[in-house]
């Protein structure tokens, strides 16, 4: 599934947590990792950009780029790591290299993911641009006591039965098979597509006969949620991949959110739509949103454009 992977790094705490998770990937994929430093030059202009490049400031840059890729291979524990630090804008140079590799694996800072796409931040412009699948890792204030990663016991593939969702099913299920991982596959019934003013629960109850008020709009969506959902099973399982199903009902995002930490979620897989990612992000997606509060790696794939149309 992955030979290479891509890990950008400023060497920041959340960069390094994100190469943690990047090496723990490479050795179960026996994949190689490149470590990505960028030197932004506009950092080193002089006051004012009036005075050009500041030569001092510039080599301070290159030199902290350096170590930061340095670090990463410092701790890879037997996995191939080349060291890379090259000069230009850190968004479009990842993006730029992405296409030589498999996978991304980078770190955004907390919950700023929505924050920071608004004022165009590296991780998302990768996110929306990048031609392959990414993997986001949040940063946490407590990160400097955290462990290294080095297995995921459970693996989240979200689906609502659309071609965008379906696409990171291969994902979901190289991860878990990698790490002999359980697959969850878990459908949101989201209730604010019934009528507005609905008061709709699972299996229609409070809502009359079947057929009648809202249950009559909510079991068509529970059977969809039922049928993708086993159908992401159904996938594991012929692949001897432990597999759950489960169907919610309420916002999306907010109940994958829960869901993760009720059930010891380790990785999320999940399809963006896209170029309409900017879109979705801007609107508050559901992908967008797991990645903004959830403290797991989440591995967004994006579909192609016709697989959306």
């Given amino acids: 599934m992955y030979e290479s992977i891509l890990v950008p790094t400023d060497g920041s705490p959340t960069a390094d947590l994100a190469a943690d998770h990047a090496l723990a990937l490479a050795a179960v994929f026996d ?3 490149t ?5 932004d030059a506009e950092e080193a202009s002089g ?3 009036a005075g050009g490049v500041d030569e001092g400031s510039l080599a301070h840059l290159e030199t902290a780029a350096e170590r930061a890729v340095e670090s990463v291979a410092d701790r890879a524990n037997g996995v191939a790591v080349d060291t890379l630090v090259v000069e230009g804008d850190p968004g479009e140079t990842v993006v730029d290299r992405a296409g030589d590799h498999d996978l991304v694996v980078l770190g955004t800072h907390g919950r700023s993911v929505v924050d920071r796409v608004l004022t165009g931040s590296t991780s998302a412009q990768v996110v929306r641009e990048s031609p392959v699948p990414v993997v ?9 006591d955290r462990e290294a990663p080095t297995d995921y016991d459970d693996v989240l593939v979200p689906t609502d039965g659309s ?3 379906e ?3 291969e994902h979901g299920l190289a991860v878990a098979d990698a790490f002999d991982a359980t697959v969850h596959a878990v459908y949101i019934v989201d209730v604010s597509a019934l009528a507005p003013g609905a008061d709709a629960t699972l299996g229609g109850a409070g809502g009359g006969a079947a057929g009648t008020g809202t249950g009559g709009l909510l079991e068509p969506m529970v059977e969809s949620g039922e049928e993708a959902t086993e159908r992401v099973a159904e996938r594991a399982r012929a692949e001897g991949i432990d597999a759950v199903t489960e169907i919610g009902e309420g916002s999306p995002g907010s109940m994958l959110v829960d869901y ?7 990785f999320v897989a999940m399809g963006t739509h896209g170029h309409t990612g900017l879109d979705r ?5 559901t992908t967008e949103r797991t990645m903004r509060n959830v403290s797991v790696p989440v591995l967004s794939v994006r579909a192609s454009d016709d697989a959306t149309e």
């Fill in 260 to 266: 993760v930490d009720d059930a010891g979620i380790d």
């Fill in 31 to 33: 994949a190689s990792v």
């Fill in 47 to 49: 006051p004012f950009d």
């Fill in 35 to 39: 470590a990505l430093g960028v030197v």
């Fill in 163 to 165: 071609d965008a969702a």
């Fill in 136 to 144: 986001t890792v949040r940063g946490e204030a407590d990160q400097a």
């Fill in 167 to 169: 696409v990171a099913i």
């Fill in 281 to 285: 992000v801007l609107l508050g997606s």
